[in-house]
Every structure is written in C-alpha cells, then in structure tokens.
C-alpha cells in the first residue's frame, strides 16, 4: 500500500482586487464631483437670467390731480386694473425700470411709456379703471385686475402680442388696433 500525503498551502495572491476596487471608486467620486459641480454652475447661470430672478422691488405712486377717461400704455408691462377711489398710479418693479417710464398727461389723456424698461423682471403698473373709457396698449403687455372691477363701457385696444384677463362689472370691450387681429377670445359674463 502506497501513502501519499499531500500538504495544502495557502496560496498568497496580490491584492490586485483592492487595487481594482480602489480606482473604481476613485473614478466614480471624481465623476459624482464633476457632476455636481457642473449642476452648480447651471443653476447658478439660471439663477441670473431666470425672469423670476428675484430683485429688489420698488415702488412709486404717481399722484394725479383728475380722473383720466384715456390712458395709453406702451412697452413690455404688467397691467393691473384696479377699483382704487384715488387717481393715483402705481409703479412697481426694479428701480432703474421705474425710474425709465415716462408718464404724461394732456388733454385728459394719460400716457404711459415704458419701452424703455430694461430689467429682466417684469414692470407692473396699477391703474384705476372707474373712470376709465379708453385704454390703448402698445407691446407685449398682460392686462389683469385686481378683484371685479366696476367699469363703465371701458374699450381696451391692443397693439401687440398682449394678454387681457379681466373680471370686470360692466360694459368692457377688448378689440385689435388696425392691422392686428384677436386670437383665442373667451369672454365669459
């Protein structure tokens, strides 16, 4: 009978896994690090040209003697309509904006020229509409009101890509300036 004998060793390896393991990991905190900080920069840089970037908002009241029966608005803006008793305007938005508008009055007309607002957040002017029949807006302006507001036989003309969403008590007509056509007209009473 033949014995054999037979010795196991440990088989020593280097620990080529550890390395392996260590610049994977290695890789994919510098590719999570990149990332991140690419997302930065991107909302950083949308941050700043965001129009609801938040800037600081001013405020100006422009105090009339009289009531206006027309007001022409021109230029990019927020139109708010209001059932305010005063004949008082009020500017809102960045101050350097407010300080380009250029408000006019003659022969009981109102004018209101801000084409030269430049800021990236949006101007808002209120206005009070009771004694309002006549309103002409020239740019891309949005017209709101603040509540229902009580009008009597109020005709809106609009020269622009504008937008007109007004709850209103009363005769109010919305129409194109000549050469401009409405589009997507819902009134509803």
Do not use: C, W
């Not at 209103?168 to 009134?187: N, S």
């Amino acid at each position: 009978m033949v014995k054999h004998t037979l010795t196991i060793k440990p088989f020593h390896m280097k620990s080529t896994i550890k390395k392996n393991t260590g610049t994977q990991i290695s890789a994919l905190g510098q590719k999570l690090l990149l990332s991140v900080f690419a997302f930065g920069i991107i909302m950083t840089g949308h941050g700043q040209f965001s129009e609801y970037n938040p800037v600081a908002v001013a405020h100006k009241e422009v105090n009339n003697n009289r009531a206006f029966e027309n007001v022409e608005i021109s230029g990019d803006v927020i139109l708010v309509l209001t059932n305010e008793k005063t004949n008082d305007v009020t500017l809102q938005g960045d101050s350097k904006d407010i300080d380009a508008v250029i408000i006019t009055e003659k022969n009981n007309k109102l004018e209101i020229n801000a084409t030269n607002a430049k800021a990236m957040s949006k101007l808002v002017v209120y206005v009070p509409a009771g004694t309002m029949h006549a309103l002409k807006i020239t740019g891309d302006a949005r017209v709101f009101s603040s509540g229902n507001i009580v009008v009597d036989d109020l005709e809106i003309t609009l020269k622009g890509n504008s937008t007109v969403r007004v709850n209103h008590y009363g005769k109010l007509t919305v129409k194109p300036a000549q050469g401009f056509e409405v589009a997507d007209v819902a009134a509803s009473y």
